[in-house]
């Protein structure tokens, strides 16, 4: 059985810094792609980063990009979303994903992820 628990979340003033953490265990995560999405209350669930952790490939989705930042750690099997000059519309419930599948150029969708953390609250305050 795959686990993803991530932590981090919290209450940050606009302008500040947060970075969440998806720790992964019952398996080994080395080659599956990992991505983060997040939900705002009355919105539907969208993409905000992913990597592909073997050829380090990333990608962003625009309302993140230069602010945010996806990394990982192999030897704590931990990924990281370090996010930096907070906006009040980065405020949702951010998710950790990981994929088993095999999913061929972009990793955006949601619906190619079979494993799925609890999630966690970011509010930003204005």
């Known amino acids: 059985q795959v686990q993803l628990v991530e932590s981090g979340g919290g209450l940050v003033q606009a302008g500040g810094s947060l970075r969440l953490s998806c720790a992964a265990s019952?398996?080994?995560?080395?080659?599956?792609?990992m991505g983060w999405f997040r939900q705002a209350p009355g919105k539907e669930r969208e993409f905000v980063a992913a990597?592909?952790?073997?050829?380090?490939?990333?990608d962003y989705a625009d309302s993140v990009k230069g602010r945010f930042t996806i990394s990982r750690d192999n030897a704590k099997n931990t990924m990281y979303l370090q996010m930096n000059s907070l906006k009040p519309e980065d405020t949702a419930v951010y998710y950790c994903?990981?994929?088993?599948?095999?999913?061929?150029?972009?990793?955006?969708?949601?619906?190619?992820?079979?494993?799925w953390g609890q999630g966690t609250q970011v509010t930003v305050s204005s």
């Open positions: 990597m592909r952790w073997g050829i380090n490939i990333l």
């Open positions: 994903a990981a994929t088993s599948g095999v999913v061929r150029g972009q990793l955006r969708n949601g619906q190619d992820y079979n494993y």
């Open positions: 019952g398996r080994t995560f080395s080659a599956y792609p």
